[in-house]
């Protein structure tokens, strides 16, 4: 793709270096899209050569730099093979091969705004709302986050980002026969598109006991499959599977501190096929604390691209300190292309070891002497962590060991600095 023609759908729509809009370089090696104006010599291109001429960004330059391994493009062979071999750009063919277009190295003007191999991926994106209908949908953490993804796709088809909320109170068969028509209806755009991102949120009550799932106000289903079946019709399975599937259970954690409601979930995330579920263990769960947590989510996971991996879900949780208080995370994963597919679970505790030795709660109140905050907490042998009620004359003690197969997860580096100023 020459510089200049840029397609939409194969391409970003915002510069990922300042995310501004209106970027007329468009990568040829990847999806990442730049304004002309971060560099310098771009305007003494003259207009007959800019058809002809492949554009390379920063990011894809240096990811080549640095790769050992040879390429199949005659672009990417053009490349210098160097970490921190100077930024060329742009390049032109000659005779089968490509060359530098520019005889000097060119001149970037801006900095990073967000990490340097990021992306502003404006590729499709659909949010499935299902909200218990006695739960507000203003603020609400589904409408939040649509929201917060909506300025990147102001240029952008409507089809490319789309928000569609699913209130339901199924207290008769012909009440959950009316939501299958809505909800196959809703999701009916997806069956005729491209692989889109598919996010969805359930937001209900699950029973405090059981862990199933409200279907209406007071009607909580008698399994966590029942509940699925009806809240999730055939058709609209089939549609989930084929794209990029996520699912975000926003209700008290007994959904998943009960073990039949637990595998349930798990079953379902299988068959289903989705790819990222999460859900919450605090026993009285409140979605607005949640809310930091996922806009930093549709931030870096959605927008900037980055890998689902641990690094940077730590850098997330790192954010999201209200949640960590409030609850424990658990991620679900399941991707149907593996060989043998199977749900991975992993549980992520907020720890701190006066408060929150291990990831364990404190209770407030010390049970021997009945005073409130008392304890205070060491490491001792092994990691395991005593909590010793300090009141005069009380010998209450508890201790905390560490979990098995636990990796504590780095704090991402970086600091706020405060300096005074006249
Ligand atoms: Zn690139
Ligand atoms: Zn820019
Ligand atoms: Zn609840
Ligand atoms: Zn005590």
Request: charged share 20%; glycine share 4%; with cysteine.
């Amino acid at each position: 793709m020459a510089v200049f023609s840029m397609h939409k759908g194969t391409h970003d729509s915002f510069c990922y270096l300042c995310q501004n809009g209106g970027c007329a370089l468009a990568c040829d090696l990847c999806p990442r899209v730049l304004c002309s104006e971060h560099i310098e010599q771009f305007k003494t291109i003259p207009a007959q050569d800019r058809a002809s001429v492949r554009f390379v960004c920063p990011a894809c330059h240096v990811i080549i730099g640095r790769s050992r391994t040879s390429s199949t493009s005659s672009l990417r062979d053009a490349i210098q093979r160097a970490p921190g071999a100077p930024y060329r750009a742009f390049y032109i063919e000659v005779n089968k091969k490509f060359t530098p277009y520019f005889a000097n190295p060119v001149n970037l003007t801006t900095e990073y705004h967000i990490s340097q191999s990021a992306r502003v991926n404006t590729s499709p994106i659909f949010i499935l709302h299902l909200r218990l209908e006695c739960l507000e949908e203003e603020g609400s953490v589904a409408s939040v986050f649509f929201h917060a993804l909506k300025p990147y796709f102001a240029n952008e088809d409507t089809i490319h980002l789309h928000y569609a909320d699913v209130p339901f109170n199924l207290n008769t068969d012909s009440d959950a026969e009316k939501h299958r028509r809505l909800i196959t209806t809703v999701v009916e755009p997806l069956s005729h598109q491209g692989k889109a991102r598919v996010l969805v949120f359930v937001y209900t009550h699950s029973h405090d006991v059981h862990g199933t799932l409200y279907y209406g106000t007071n009607l909580a289903s008698q399994t966590v499959d029942n509940w699925f079946d009806v809240l999730f019709p055939p058709d609209v399975r089939d549609v989930l599977r084929v794209h990029d599937t996520s699912l975000f259970m926003l209700c008290c954690g007994a959904l998943v501190n009960t073990t039949q409601s637990y595998q349930a979930l798990k079953g379902n995330c299988a068959t289903l096929q989705i790819r990222r579920l999460i859900a919450f263990e605090a026993s009285h769960f409140q979605a607005a604390l949640t809310v930091s947590f996922f806009l930093g989510y549709a931030q870096k996971f959605l927008i900037e691209n980055v890998t689902f991996a641990d690094m940077h879900l730590a850098d997330l949780l790192w954010q999201s300190l209200s949640l960590g208080r409030h609850s424990r995370v658990l991620l679900m994963q399941y991707n149907p292309e593996d060989p043998s597919p199977r749900v991975a679970v992993s549980e992520y505790r907020w720890i701190h070891k006066g408060v929150r030795p291990w990831g364990y709660r404190l209770p407030i109140q010390c049970p021997s002497c009945h005073g409130l905050f008392t304890f205070k907490n060491k490491e001792e042998l092994r990691g395991a962590i005593v909590s010793r009620c300090k009141t005069r004359d009380c010998t209450y003690s508890q201790t905390f060991n560490r979990p098995d197969d636990t990796v504590v997860l780095k704090r991402p580096e970086g600091a706020w600095m405060k300096l005074g100023r006249e």
